[in-house]
């Protein structure tokens, strides 16, 4: 047994002779483990993970899944991985059960091997009640879940899921987090792809930030965050008119104090330990908040990168127009 679950080792994938989509990635996944892939559109997570799972073969550099190659060996791959890709897969004309009980047919289980684990899998992930049910009157949430559940039917011990919960209300993502966390208790190792950066803080062990085809940090959320120094410390006074005052008064009292869209922003090591003396520098003043942010893995791929990751609205939008496209070619 080798020690990894998955060894990417300089994985390169050039599109059309010039496109650099992934760019010498390497990083090593543990049993068990949950990891991440965290970037913007276009940072190249999709790539990585058909790589991965044998959909794509790289330009360059291999990767190692339950110590197989992709490249050399990807069939022995196939077998050990299942694959949630980020375009919608489960047949909209067929019930869920249907589609769970093809996809384990095709995994080769017998006929009765299929129903039980059909079963098991549909209760497992809720949906047992809409087994019967076209999949075309889901909600966006049990497509998911059936999704998933279909990548299960062979009991892969490595699980690839390329941005579960894009286009998700919270409700469902919260949902669709809980049934992820169930699978990693059960040992299952998960490669998950995300934009949401809470999603990436919320479940991963480790989050490899993914930017322009290149890995520019590895590490827990809590190791990544610890690379910003310090936490910001904001004030709002009362009468909007004292913050220049506020910002004269902290500065005199040593912080390096300064106005942020009409607010104090004092930027220190560890909030905590300060804000006593803030709390006095500012004690002549009526103050109607005051407030502590601690970094965040958005502030780190800012820091890193110098740009923002994609917000929200624009991902649900990516996802209806994927849907939208389906629904025409059909
Ligand atoms: N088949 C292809 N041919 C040419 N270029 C491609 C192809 N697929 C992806 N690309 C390009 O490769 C880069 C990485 O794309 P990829 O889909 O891997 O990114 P991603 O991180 O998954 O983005 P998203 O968040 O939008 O899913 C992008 O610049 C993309 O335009
Ligand atoms: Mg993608």
Not at 59 to 84: F, H, K, M, N, Q
Not at 189 to 202: D, F, N, S
Not at 291 to 319: C, H, M, N, Q
Request: glycine content about 10%.
């Amino acid at each position: 047994m080798p020690g990894y679950a998955i060894e990417a080792m300089n994985l390169t994938k050039i599109y059309m002779g010039r496109v650099r989509a992934v760019d010498g990635v390497s990083f090593k996944v543990g049993r068990g483990e949950l990891f991440s892939l965290l970037g913007p559109n276009g940072a190249g997570k999709t790539t990585t993970i058909k790589m991965l799972s044998t959909l794509l073969k790289p330009t360059s550099g291999d990767a190692l899944v339950e110590g197989y190659s992709v490249v050399r060996d990807p069939g022995r791959v196939r077998r050990v991985i299942g694959l949630v890709p980020q375009d919608l897969t489960a047949d909209d004309e067929m019930t869920g059960w249907e589609n769970v009980y093809i996809q384990a047919r095709l995994y080769g289980l017998s006929g009765v091997e299929a129903r039980r684990r059909t079963r098991e899998l549909l209760e497992e992930f809720g949906l047992l009640d809409a087994a019967h049910r076209r999949v075309a009157t889901y909600s966006g949430g049990m497509r998911r879940r059936l999704e998933i559940a279909m990548s299960l039917v062979h009991e892969p011990s490595v699980l690839f899921l390329d941005e579960p919960t894009l286009g998700l209300d919270v409700q469902s993502r919260r949902s669709l987090w809980r049934h992820i966390e169930e699978l990693k208790r059960k040992g299952v190792t998960i490669l998950l792809t995300t934009h949401y950066m809470e999603e990436a803080e919320k479940l991963s062990d480790r989050v490899a930030i993914m930017h322009r085809g290149r890995i520019v940090a590895v590490g827990s959320p809590e190791e990544l965050k610890s690379r910003i120094q310090g936490d910001t410390v904001y004030i709002e006074p009362v009468d909007p008119a004292d913050v220049q005052a506020i910002v004269k008064a902290l500065q005199s009292a040593g912080f390096k104090a300064s106005l942020a869209g009409g607010v104090v922003s004092v930027p220190v090591e560890r909030a905590e330990e300060v804000l006593p003396a803030i709390a006095r520098a500012v004690n002549g003043f009526k103050v109607k908040s005051m407030s502590i942010a601690k970094p965040t893995l958005e502030e780190v791929f800012i820091r890193l990168t110098g740009e923002r990751l994609a917000g929200g609205e624009e991902a649900v939008d990516t996802f209806r127009f994927r849907r939208m496209l389906r629904s025409i070619r059909r």
